[in-house]
């Protein structure tokens, strides 16, 4: 036996609204269109759902069983129908996102933004955040997600963290006494911070492995080969945060910001960047201006 959604609606609006009338001013129907709906409807089913009198309606216990069980279909069909409803977003979407920023989550977040807004053709771009903000200066992307310390004006704080000196926990300073490190080259915002951070400090360094690559600079410190600085969320099984038995500095905070480029605001970059947004945790997704003013 299959229900007809209409008469079901028309059903439940009599209900809830107490009677025909009121019900066919709330649907843009005639009385007697909701009359003969619900006369189907009892015929659908064979039984009768209302008693009514002059002054008053209520239903009977099938009709109470009935409408328990015809919310609960609109209100999937609805879900059903918001979920394949086609998007009003359309267009390209050009994004940026640093490699240590990816995680599990972010991957989960395009393909559900894939999914919502079919219509939209997204670009993503995995780098380097200080190449990620000359891209956005050159309106080579829409938005990006960009690593920074906590001095910067411009964005939203999506996730706040730390940078660490990282290593392998079996790390030993060489015996001729020079920390070997591992960087990415000269456009990263880890290696900056790291390199400002030894300036002017009587530690003998030397850079022993260089690549543009997160994971292989993660593979440089499970080997030993050399130290890096790394936010604390990306250390791994294996790893130590080293520091003052190395007589290494302390490292500044970090934040990952969300930064529009210079192309005009689209509804697209507007739907990402809430997605975004609820990605990350409450007290962390608001304006950098706004954390500045709290904090003082």
């Given at each position: 036996?299959?229900?007809?959604p ?23 129907l005639?009385q ?13 089913v ?12 209520n ?33 390209v ?52 997600i ?25 790390f ?14 000269s ?68 934040d ?6 210079k ?24 304006p ?9």
């Amino acid at each position: 036996m299959d229900f007809d959604p209409a008469l079901l609606r028309t059903f439940v609006a009599v209900k809830e609204a107490g009677g025909f009338t009121r019900a066919a001013e709330r649907l843009y129907l005639t009385q007697s269109a909701v009359s003969h709906q619900i006369r189907r409807l009892e015929e659908h089913v064979g039984r009768p759902l209302l008693h009514r009198t002059t002054r008053k309606l209520n239903l009977t216990q099938d009709g109470e069983d009935l409408l328990r069980y015809a919310k609960q279909a609109l209100q999937s069909l609805d879900t059903l129908n918001a979920r394949f409803r086609p998007s009003p977003i359309a267009g390209v979407l050009r994004v940026g996102v640093p490699e240590n920023f990816m995680g599990s989550q972010f991957p989960k977040l395009l393909c559900q933004f894939a999914r919502t807004f079919p219509g939209v053709r997204l670009e993503v771009c995995a780098g380097i955040s200080l190449d990620l903000r000359e891209m956005l200066a050159g309106g080579e992307l829409d938005l990006a997600i960009v690593l920074g310390v906590p001095a910067g004006k411009d964005g939203v704080v999506v996730r706040r963290t730390q940078f660490v000196w990282a290593a392998a926990e079996y790390f030993e300073l060489p015996a001729n006494g020079s920390l070997p490190l591992a960087f990415a080259p000269s456009s990263c915002i880890c290696r900056q911070v790291g390199l400002d951070a030894l300036d002017g400090t009587p530690i003998d360094w030397h850079i022993a492995f260089t690549s543009q690559s997160v994971r292989d600079l993660l593979a440089a410190v499970h080997g030993g080969f050399g130290v890096a600085v790394l936010t604390r969320d990306n250390l791994e099984p294996g790893m130590k945060v080293i520091g003052d038995g190395y007589g290494l500095p302390a490292l500044p905070s970090a934040d990952f910001l969300l930064i529009r480029g210079k192309t005009d605001a689209t509804p697209a970059a507007d739907a990402f960047a809430r997605l975004v947004l609820e990605m990350a945790e409450p007290e962390q997704a608001e304006p950098v201006e706004r954390k500045r003013k709290r904090a003082a």
